[in-house]
């Protein structure tokens, strides 16, 4: 054999560069996503499989919550119970995978049986999705319902106690009708701006 004809009869399968990595859907025990990712990423790197694991991803997504009258922002998994790996599943990595604590096994494939990936066109849609949830801003976590009372927490009219009589979900406001100097006299305020009255 020449040289020549070594160098064109490369292994197709070997290196990173030449492993197709696809990503799949990692079934976990919900409310332990982040936890499952941390021991996936510590494995992945005490047993150097970086080249076969490109990311791992729990799709987050921002909301704001009330207590005690103040406003938190918290995060919570936008799909509970689930985790996004895109890898190369070759030779023992799905059972790496599976033997993680809080890992119940993959997305559409039953005990035993070769782990599914998702279609393209799922893939992307997943991950539109997660850059989106990441640009978004916080959103409340809170259902109004006309004719609920509320508190204004915010803006010139604070403190002041009104009843709600128009809600726009999309938009995120309120039509609040709110007794000044004795006349009902309406408000549109965001959600940011109000408390339910307990």
């Given at each position: 054999?020449?040289t020549?004809?070594v ?29 499952v990712k ?38 919570r ?48 849609r ?6 989106e ?5 916080a ?60």
């Open positions: 054999m020449t020549d004809e160098k064109t009869n490369k292994p197709k399968t070997t290196g990173s560069d030449a492993m197709v990595k696809k990503w799949y859907v990692i079934r976990a025990i919900s409310g332990k996503e982040k936890k941390q021991h996936i990423e510590m494995e992945v790197g005490r047993l150097k499989l970086q080249n076969y694991v490109a990311q791992v991803l729990i799709p987050m997504e921002k909301y704001i919550q009330i207590k005690a009258g103040k406003k938190i922002n918290k995060e998994s936008y799909f509970p119970g689930y985790v996004l790996i895109e890898a190369a599943l070759v030779g023992e990595l799905p059972h790496v995978l599976r033997s993680i604590p809080g890992v119940i096994g993959f997305l559409g494939s039953k005990r035993g049986d070769a782990p599914i990936p998702l279609r393209a066109a799922e893939a992307n997943i991950l539109g999705k997660v850059d949830l990441s640009e978004s801003d959103e409340m976590n809170i259902k109004f319902m006309v004719g609920e009372t509320i508190k204004i927490i915010d803006g010139p009219f604070n403190s002041f106690i009104g009843t709600i009589e128009e809600v726009n979900d999309e938009k995120k406001r309120l039509k609040v009708s709110v007794k000044i100097f004795g006349r009902k006299t309406p408000l549109e305020l965001s959600y940011m701006q109000v408390k339910k009255e307990s």
